[in-house]
């Protein structure tokens, strides 16, 4: 993956600093093989773990990432995880620097890579290592901080993550007030994920006087509104 290239120049710095080891001389036949497909029971498991770790710093250095966070996975190697995690970081590639985290178990690191992420309005990302983190009292603030950066959608994930009815409206509200027809569809989506007819209705009414058919009877359809589809459907063929 390419984002994943941007963070192999650090790595293979990093480990090639690195002393050899005796098991470390068997890591160049095992790639040769595929270390999928070499049997290692033999070895106690003292022995799999280091020879695996070994695989996976030498898979480091010759940028396969990937493989590397693959083989670190297998091991257990939450302190190699976390610094393929920590590299990520620091080139903003927060969304690989949270799935090295969780994967080592890190919650410290998730945290601070949610706030981070909160503080430069990387949303998406924040969202995703507080919901890992299970930080409801955060993931409201993001949703919070959505609102003010008109970022909608993910605000409607937030709320609807929270299960907070008030919320979602609060964000259907604050499109329709926008006026502006872009933000409409997130009005939809906001009522709609809070059970909200009455504004669905209001809504349908809004694109009926914009004299987008096709939107009002799809929001009317959401609202359960059969009347004011079947005026549509029977005077103007929209359905």
């Not at 192999?8 to 990093?14: A, Q, T």
């Not at 509104?225 to 079947?230: A, G, K, Q």
């Amino acid at each position: 993956m390419e984002h994943i290239k941007k963070a192999v120049p650090g790595l293979v710095e990093k480990y090639n600093a690195k002393g050899t080891e005796t098991y470390e001389k068997m890591v160049p036949i095992i790639l040769k093989k595929g270390v999928e497909s070499v049997n290692l029971s033999m070895f106690s498991d003292e022995m799999k773990v280091n020879v695996l770790n070994a695989v996976g710093e030498e898979l480091i250095k010759k940028g396969k990432i990937e493989d590397a966070i693959k083989t670190f996975v297998q091991t257990g190697n939450k302190q190699k995880l976390v610094e393929i995690g920590d590299d990520f970081a620091s080139k903003g590639m927060y969304s690989d620097a949270i799935d090295c985290y969780h994967m080592a178990e890190n919650k410290d690191r998730l945290r601070r890579t949610g706030e981070t992420c909160l503080r430069d309005g990387q949303m998406i990302d924040a969202i995703r290592a507080y919901k890992l983190l299970n930080d409801k009292d955060m993931l409201l603030k993001v949703g919070e901080e959505c609102i003010k950066r008109e970022k909608y959608d993910s605000a409607i994930e937030v709320f609807q993550l929270l299960a907070n009815r008030m919320k979602l409206i609060e964000v259907g509200d604050r499109c329709v007030k926008t006026e502006r027809v872009e933000a409409l569809p997130f009005a939809e989506k906001a009522y709609a994920a809070a059970d909200e007819k009455e504004k669905l209705n209001k809504l349908g009414d809004l694109y009926l006087k914009k004299e987008s058919l096709s939107d009002a009877y799809r929001v009317y359809n959401t609202a359960g509104n059969e009347m004011m589809m079947v005026f549509l459907k029977e005077n103007f063929g929209v359905n």
